[in-house]
């Protein structure tokens, strides 16, 4: 009786999905923009819903400071733990090195800046053994997210894995689209599940190509979109009815999965996103579909 | 018989010009290979091949004027237009890639001796030319990237020296000792990283770059013999490839263990081989037996499985 219910407020949901104004009222109402309207216009996307852009940023960060706790525990659950080796196979692809000044957003909890760190240690150790390469110090992290409370988890976990001692992170409050560091200043940019959440994505690549230097490398992972035929089904149905009632009873928070799920929907498709990151300047860009386009790594280079 | 010689010739010009090899796919099982999106993603297509020229030998004159160095790879004579109008190309468009790529792996070669053939290298590489050490994580098979730019970049300076002037010295020579005298020009440029070359070959060995090396040797075994001077038909030049290719690979072994002075042993190793295989009254099936000869005489190590391909390639 319940899934029948769902199932008919999905299908009332799919046909609302109709082209609207750009100026559309604050007031919500389930309604999708024509992909060239969502590039252009000012309104913009909060899940299904049409928000102003000024509201955007604040319900996004409503919804990461309900979930920060939780986190990880619901990235494990939802992607079958499979998030950790996405982000392994993320690092993987950035190549880090000893010395390296590293830029990581909407990173808060520091999944990706603790491996960045590990990997940076094993490469210098590896130098080692060559015993005439000297393992130049100089090597900095920084983690940078809009969200304080994802921050804080991030700083909780540092002090209790030791890293604290390094004084190679530093955890930074900023917004993507505006980002407080100075010109050609890091070597690698990543993003791990945060593109999504920005209001103006051109903005935040924009910032990410100006802080970096020559040679820079930007990487991002993020939920993408499904082409294998059955396979694009049964993504779909764990989607929309799994995730959310997951969230519900291990978060106790349905309505930001939910989010999550619709926003996944929303976001650009893996091509269009090429060509979005390589309008914004970086030369070489190229993606990665990890289990048939669920999550995709584009990655691009600043000359 | 002349038109397919400047045919092999300009084919083995074309492919030492285009410098990179194509990527290859590195993805793990169920990831789709990584899509390119970029104009700069791809070496750029190579230019139509200019007319043949009436005079094949250039002049006297004209190769004493010219010069090359070691530091310039690409800077032949001023008669040879096709490289320079290639090298043109692809500066107009600012900052390449393949351009941001090439100083770093020149600039690279310099700490080679010092850190091997490895992403320290080039890390170190990048410094030095001041741009970010990021940029080696988007070089395709890293460290073979190295090694394939140095054997591209060794190929553009043999032929330059054959050019610029080395090349008339040779037609005072019978054909052996041209052969030989071209083998240790090359041979000697890999002399700075001798102590670093067994991992140069582990590397090419390996089986995604294995492929890419076996290319880059046979266009160097046809170009010592085009610069040789000897022309033949198609099945001959199969066989000479696949012996001078057996005596080039053994002779590189041979200089790793060498410690006369300056490979002195490795020279008098290179004219015997030459010398033996010239001797065999040239017909194939003795020429394959040296071959096979060769091969099983390196059996068990790194190089013995290149052999043992280049057998079954010209098979």
């Not at chain 1, 309900?66 to 992607?79: C, G, H, T, W």
């Not at chain 2, 294995?210 to 040797?217: A, E, F, G, H």
């Not at chain 2, 040789?228 to 038909?233: K, L, R, T, V, Y």
């Amino acid at each position: 009786m319940q899934a029948a219910r769902r199932l008919a407020s999905l299908k009332l949901q799919r046909r609302l999905l109709l082209p609207s104004q750009a100026e559309s009222p604050s007031i919500s109402i389930p309604t999708a923009a024509a992909a060239a309207a969502f590039l252009h216009s000012h309104a913009t996307s909060f899940g299904y819903k049409q928000v102003r852009e000024e509201d955007k940023s604040k319900l996004v960060g409503n919804v990461f400071s309900s979930v920060a706790s939780s986190y990880d525990l619901m990235n494990d659950l939802m992607s079958v733990g499979l998030h950790r080796l996405w982000k392994d196979r993320l690092i993987s692809k950035l190549n880090p090195f000893s010395g390296m000044k590293h830029l990581d957003v909407a990173g808060g909890t520091g999944d990706v800046a603790f491996r960045v760190l590990e990997r940076v240690k094993s490469v210098g150790h590896r130098a080692m053994q060559g015993t005439l390469t000297e393992t130049e110090e100089g090597t900095h992290i920084y983690v940078c997210d809009i969200n304080p409370n994802m921050l804080n988890v991030g700083k909780k976990r540092a002090a209790e894995r030791g890293y604290s001692e390094e004084h190679c992170l530093s955890w930074i409050q900023g917004d993507a689209e505006a980002l407080s560091f100075e010109d050609g200043s890091m070597d690698g940019y990543t993003i791990a599940f945060g593109i999504r959440n920005v209001t103006h994505i051109e903005k935040a690549l924009s910032e990410a190509y100006r802080v970096l230097k020559q040679g820079g490398r930007f990487l991002c992972l993020e939920l993408s979109h499904v082409d294998v035929p059955i396979f694009k089904e049964i993504y779909d149905v764990y989607s929309f009815s799994m995730v959310p009632a997951i969230g519900e009873l291990v978060a106790g928070d349905r309505q930001s999965y939910q989010y999550l799920v619709e926003s996944i929907r929303r976001f650009p498709n893996q091509e269009k996103f090429a060509q979005m990151i390589q309008e914004a300047g970086f030369q070489r860009v190229e993606y990665e579909n990890l289990v048939g386009g669920v999550v995709a790594i584009h990655s691009g280079l600043k000359l | 018989m002349a038109s397919s010689l400047a045919a092999r010739r300009l084919l083995s010009r074309a492919a030492a010009v285009r410098r990179f090899p194509v990527p290859f796919a590195s993805a793990p099982a169920p990831a789709m290979a990584p899509r390119s999106f970029s104009a700069d993603a791809g070496p750029p297509p190579p230019l139509p091949p200019p007319p043949p020229q009436p005079v094949v030998e250039p002049p006297t004159s004209e190769g004493a004027g010219a010069s090359s160095s070691s530091t310039t790879a690409g800077a032949g004579g001023a008669h040879r237009s096709s490289p320079g109008a290639a090298a043109g190309a692809r500066r107009q468009g600012g900052a390449g890639y393949e351009e941001e790529q090439e100083k770093v792996l020149r600039a690279s070669l310099l700490h080679v001796p010092r850190m091997g053939w490895s992403e320290s290298a080039m890390v170190a590489g990048a410094r030095d030319v001041g741009v970010s050490p990021a940029i080696v994580g988007a070089f395709p098979r890293k460290e073979a990237a190295l090694v394939e730019f140095f054997m591209d970049d060794c190929l553009q300076q043999l032929m330059d020296r054959i050019d610029a002037g080395e090349g008339e010295q040779l037609k005072n020579l019978i054909l052996s000792e041209r052969l030989s005298k071209l083998v240790r020009m090359r041979l000697e440029m890999q002399a700075p990283y001798i102590s670093k070359w067994p991992q140069a070959l582990s590397i090419q060995s390996q089986p995604a770059n294995v492929s890419t090396s076996l290319k880059q040797r046979a266009i160097l075994v046809d170009e010592i013999w085009h610069a040789a001077g000897d022309s033949g038909s198609d099945i001959d030049w199969y066989v000479k490839r696949t012996v001078l290719g057996g005596i080039y690979s053994t002779s590189e072994v041979y200089m790793l263990t060498d410690n006369s002075p300056e490979f002195r042993d490795t020279w008098t190793f290179v004219n015997r081989r030459i010398k033996d295989a010239l001797d065999l009254q040239k017909t194939f099936q003795e020429a394959a037996y040296l071959a096979e000869a060769v091969g099983a005489g390196m059996s068990g190590t790194v190089q013995g499985v290149l052999n043992r391909v280049f057998q079954n390639r010209s098979g």
